[in-house]
């Protein structure tokens, strides 16, 4: 690539990211002549690429189609054909970060959502009661996916009072440590500068259920409706989603961000770390507790379950935490020979433990 044609490259790719991180990653294919460009749409089996030449159509088939964790997805940077019919993207580049759920297939498959993510932004609607767990499920898998998680309270005009809305800040925040917190009204527009300015540098994805307002964000982040809105009753916040695939759009105040379908389903996929991220007060109480294999359960000398006998710790939390944990070894053991095999030995040995203390409790002569 010459000097001129690089600077061409840059000048029109560095509104969706473009960097010299990338540009060396592209190199062995500038080589071949293949152009660059960042992934802007998928849909049946073919993509939108944004490229120095403008918006390609191009075909992903080349690029590993059976393996959902591997095919060519929004955000990603590619390297594709300058011609050809149809015209074929021949490789993507490595990605930085991943926002991987799980499917609903009984093989337990991972499907990637976005690529190459700096902010996860978690719309939550305060149109119907708040559910904790599910914006904890949310976040684990923003925290594995390598991505800044943030939380965004939609509709907050529809909360009268200033007072309430503080409240249901302090609960999300006790949900989502270490994770801004900023309640929105699209309306009215309190709250959008704030977001405007998280999401000004680098990737951004929305994420949330369907009527939780997040094309109503978007467009108030683009400004202009670009994204179409379908109207939500306010009584539950409940409505279809209009957005069915993943767009990537170039904010006029810098960054990008990629708006989502809503997801139903939100399944953990090897997301232990993300967990740990979510409730880190759990895992640092785990560290002073007398047992270092401790499932916080009923051992002697556990310290979480102490912090939840003093109130320091929300029993909600604690039952939270078991569940995504279950959920995300259920999911890895699908596909973890050695981990089932381990699974299956602690399920023995606590069974031997419980039947020890049973027979304990009942003294020696309960069989005569």
């Known amino acids: 690539m010459t000097s001129s044609s690089a600077a061409s490259v840059f000048s029109a790719l560095a509104p969706y990211g473009w ?16 152009l660059p460009g960042r992934v802007i749409r998928v849909d049946r089996g073919q993509c939108d690429v944004v490229t120095a030449d403008g918006v390609l159509r191009a075909d992903t088939a080349f690029v590993t189609p059976h393996d959902p964790m591997r095919v060519v997805c929004t955000g990603d940077w590619v390297a594709v054909e300058p011609g050809g019919n149809p015209r074929y993207v021949r490789a993507y580049l490595p990605r930085r970060t991943a926002f991987v759920r799980s499917t609903s297939s009984k093989r337990s498959e991972g499907q990637i959502l976005a690529a190459n993510v700096d902010h996860a932004i978690v719309a939550v609607s305060l149109a119907g009661e708040l559910d904790l767990g599910r914006i904890e499920r949310f976040l684990a ?12 309270l939609t509709k907050a005009d529809l909360v009268p009072d200033a007072g309430t809305v503080a409240h249901l800040v302090q609960d999300v925040e006790t949900s989502a440590p270490g994770v801004p917190v900023v309640p929105v009204s699209a309306v009215d527009g309190d709250g959008l500068d704030v977001v405007a300015a998280i999401v000004g540098g680098g990737t951004s994805v929305l994420l949330g259920q369907s009527g939780a307002g997040k094309s109503t964000l978007a467009n108030a ?66 560290e002073r507790c007398r047992f270092h294999d401790c499932a916080h359960e009923a051992e002697p000398g556990c310290a979480v379950l102490a912090a939840v006998e003093d109130g320091d710790l929300p029993e909600r939390r604690l039952h939270s935490y078991r569940k995504l944990l279950r959920e995300n070894q259920r999911i890895v053991a699908k596909t973890d020979a050695r981990l089932r095999a381990e699974i299956r030995k602690d399920w023995k040995r606590k069974g031997a433990i419980g039947r020890a203390a049973m027979e304990a409790k009942r003294g020696p002569h309960w069989r005569s």
């Not at 090897?270 to 991220?277: F, H, I, K, P």
């Open 221 to 286: 982040l683009l400004g202009e409706d670009v994204m179409a809105v379908q109207a939500t009753r306010d009584v539950d916040g409940k409505g279809r989603h209009t957005t069915t695939t993943r767009n990537l759009l170039a904010l006029p105040g810098g960054g990008v961000l990629i708006d989502t379908p809503g997801l139903r389903g939100v399944g953990l996929w090897d997301a232990e770390t993300g967990v740990g991220q979510v409730f880190s007060e759990i895992e640092e109480l785990a």
């Open 19 to 34: 960097d010299d991180a990338w540009a060396d990653e592209f190199a062995p294919y500038d080589t071949e002549g293949l």
């Open 141 to 152: 898998l923003a925290w594995e996916s390598g991505a800044q998680p943030v939380v965004v």
